[in-house]
Structures are given as structure tokens and as C-alpha cells.
């Protein structure tokens, strides 16, 4: 059974840093695309970044130049780096994992969140 498991998330004042971590983790043949959405309270989840295996990244344009995506592929581990952050950022943030279990069989994974607060 495929888990991601997360970590990083708490409580910073506005302007501040958090690293967000989740590694993926069961029988894995590879791990494709991985990123993180969040979701606010009353709001949708929406897209924060995503990264593919070859490195490349896509940001929603309310954190571009602020948040960094990165991964570590033989680990299986996704990472976001969020700089200057914003009360505005508040929610709670999902990794997610798109998994080949083997070469017929492709499924997407979720994480099972972490709270990220920022305060003004």
C-alpha cells in the first residue's frame, strides 16, 4: 500500500519560513509528477506547485517567487520551501503523488495534509 507522508507544517508569523516535507513510501515501480495543493477554510483545494521526475516545476502565480518546489527522487521525497510567507497562505497543504504500482497500473495519491497558520 502507497503512503505519502507528510511533514513541516505549524505556526509563523507573517514574513517568516516553512519547509514542507512528504516522502512516498510502499511498492513503487517510479513516481511521476508530485506536488502540493492546499485548501483554505470555505475555499476550494487549489494548486501550490507541482514538480515532474525530470525537475520540471509549475507555481500557482500567488506564490511564484516566493515558494520553491524541489524533490529528491531516489528518496521519493517532495519538498516546499515557502519564504515570505502570508496570512493569506493560511490552509492546509496536500502532497500529491501521481505512482506507476507497475507498468499497467497508475494512480494518484494524496497525503493526508498538514495545517500551515500564518499570522499577521
Known amino acids: 500500500q502507497v503512503q505519502l507522508l507528510e511533514s513541516g507544517g505549524g505556526l509563523v508569523q507573517a514574513g517568516g519560513s516553512l519547509r514542507l516535507s512528504c516522502a512516498a513510501s510502499?511498492?513503487?515501480?517510479?513516481?511521476?509528477?508530485m506536488g502540493w495543493y492546499r485548501q483554505a477554510p470555505g475555499k476550494q483545494r487549489e494548486l501550490v506547485a507541482t514538480?515532474?521526475?525530470?525537475?520540471?516545476?509549475n507555481y500557482a502565480d500567488s506564490v511564484k517567487g516566493r515558494f520553491t518546489v524541489s524533490r529528491d527522487n531516489p528518496k521519493r521525497t517532495v519538498y516546499l520551501q515557502m519564504n515570505s510567507l502570508k496570512p493569506e497562505d493560511t490552509a492546509v497543504y496536500y502532497c500529491?503523488?501521481?505512482?506507476?504500482?507497475?507498468?499497467?497500473?497508475?494512480?494518484?495519491?494524496w497525503g493526508q495534509g498538514t495545517q500551515v497558520t500564518v499570522s499577521s
Open positions: 510502499g511498492i513503487i515501480l517510479s513516481v511521476n509528477a
Open positions: 514538480i515532474t521526475s525530470g525537475g520540471n516545476t
Open positions: 500529491n503523488a501521481d505512482v506507476w504500482l507497475s507498468y499497467s497500473d497508475r494512480r494518484d495519491y
